[in-house]
């Protein structure tokens, strides 16, 4: 299975590629525009030179399977777009793109082609979110917060709140009726945001705090008279009486505990069986990230 990786960032180093290096069937090409950053790379996973691409042709002419699109955001649609017209499966980082009609626009030619377009919101397929699915969600808190990033509303929202929203979404219970933003924004950047989604016998809320004395990460579910709290995806303490506490493993790679692993397996499994994957469904927390930030904008 011959597998492009376009963008070779921190999140591609450290999360995507010491995945899709280990897949005995995977044959993994390289493509980025800084022909040093490709050599270090390359060199460091054993890529031959027949296998680095610094033009977009280049690596297309290599007849991929499937890529992987790890690049800045701005360049998510005329890359993801070059891939689809070409027949390639796309897994690409969230967002698919800053604007709501070019993610409309890419997920309506995956559809139009019969390819899988997947968006990466790891999170969905991290253990200790996953399990929480399986616990009782009368009361949802997701807090992801940041130290002295305050930002503007599209490209905070787009790039990092979207995780929170995603999360929210994946773990209600039920159908929400409601939907209520709170922000505060000084001089045009957000300091912090809250979402409150709402249903029958349930309640969301999804907490950003970019002026926050720490970065951190914490998901509480509760209901039925009990409770599960994720610290940082790593920490999970259950409260019913007396709290009980596990950790993640000393030897569990952190690309595992995020998830990434597991929804990079599952989207070349996808590839492998000829299953296509639908983003719709990522579409729809792209929608909703859009009224979010209508809504901040308008009280800027």
Not at 233 to 251: C, M, T
């Amino acid at each position: 299975m011959k597998v492009g990786c376009i963008g070779l960032g921190d999140i591609a180093r450290k999360a995507y590629l010491p995945v899709l290096t280990t897949q005995p069937d995977v044959e993994l090409h390289l493509h980025t525009r800084s022909p040093e950053n490709l050599r270090r790379t390359a060199e460091a996973h054993h890529i031959p030179p027949e296998r680095r691409h610094t033009g977009l042709d280049s690596l297309l002419a290599a007849g991929l399977d499937a890529a992987f699109v790890h690049a800045a955001t701005g360049a998510h649609p005329a890359l993801v777009s070059a891939l689809l017209e070409a027949g390639v499966p796309t897994y690409v980082d969230k967002p698919l793109a800053y604007e709501l009609a070019d993610s409309a626009r890419l997920v309506d030619l995956a559809e139009a082609r019969g390819l899988s377009l997947a968006v990466g919101f790891n999170r969905r397929y991290a253990p200790s979110y996953a399990q929480c699915a399986e616990h009782p969600r009368e009361l949802i808190l997701l807090q992801k917060n940041r130290l002295g990033l305050p930002e503007r509303p599209r490209t905070m929202i787009l790039d990092d709140f979207i995780h929170v929203a995603d999360t929210l979404r994946f773990l209600l219970p039920g159908p929400a009726d409601t939907v209520d933003v709170r922000a505060r924004v000084v001089d045009g950047l957000v300091h912090h945001l809250v979402l409150q989604l709402a249903g029958e016998g349930f309640t969301a809320l999804g907490v950003m705090n970019r002026m926050s004395g720490s970065a951190e990460e914490v998901l509480e579910v509760s209901g039925q008279d009990t409770k599960r709290v994720v610290r940082n995806l790593a920490e999970v303490i259950d409260h019913k009486g007396q709290p009980s506490e596990r950790r993640r493993g000393d030897w569990v790679p952190v690309a595992r505990q995020r998830g990434v692993e597991q929804a990079v397996l599952a989207f070349l499994d996808a590839v492998r069986r000829g299953e296509v994957l639908s983003a719709r469904d990522a579409l729809a927390t792209h929608e909703l990230c859009e009224r979010l930030v209508r809504e901040v904008e308008s009280r800027s």
